[in-house]
């Protein structure tokens, strides 16, 4: 099952889909055909940084009760452009990003949104929940969400992007694991 949202000239859709496991994890590998609207496009070249959110959980199914979650993950990617080095930045957590510099994440520089686009499209071996987490022989269910982070633009911009198609951009996709058995 695969749910698009597209409104406005922001457009999104998975054009791949891979889960694997390997010894220790469980990893995701996926391809989006993304397109960002002018409205999103001239705040980013007017210096306001862009979130983008991977998200992902896995519940294990229980026919008593609503189904387990067992696992959880995020990847939080901060688009910026600098005006004065007329340079793109991509940064990449594992927790929001905030400004003043606390946490972990990685920067790559870039001189085209083209080149950012690039690497914002693809997601690869990405470990979103460890194997002890997964109960072998029991039933999961990978719910996977990507989407534009309204949250972390600065407050005036919030109060005006809410409900505006042109800063709706969000991708859903849910999907079974494989079932395990004990090796």
């Known amino acids: 099952m695969c749910v698009v949202s597209a409104w406005a000239q922001n457009q999104v859709a998975i054009a791949s889909f891979q889960t694997e496991r390997d010894e220790d994890a469980y990893q995701l590998s996926a391809q989006f055909d993304i397109e960002l609207s002018i409205t999103v496009q001239e705040a980013l070249l007017k210096g306001i940084p862009v ?24 990847r939080h990617i901060r688009v910026s452009y600098q005006p004065l080095t007329r340079r793109w930045r991509m940064q990449v957590a594992a927790q929001p990003i905030v400004q003043n510099g606390l946490g972990v994440s990685l920067m790559q520089t870039y001189d085209t949104l083209e080149e950012v686009m690039v690497n914002l499209r693809r997601l690869t071996r990405w470990r979103f929940a460890d194997a002890a987490q997964i109960d072998v022989g029991a039933g999961h269910r990978l719910e996977f969400n990507f989407y534009l982070d309204l949250s972390q633009l600065p407050r005036p911009l919030q109060m005006g992007a809410a409900g505006q198609p042109d800063w709706e951009l969000t991708v859903s996709k849910s999907t079974r694991l494989p079932s395990e058995t004990s090796r």
């Open 51 to 74: 979130h983008f959110v991977f998200d992902a959980k896995v519940y294990r199914d229980r026919w008593y009760w609503s189904d387990k979650l067992v696992a959880t993950s995020q």
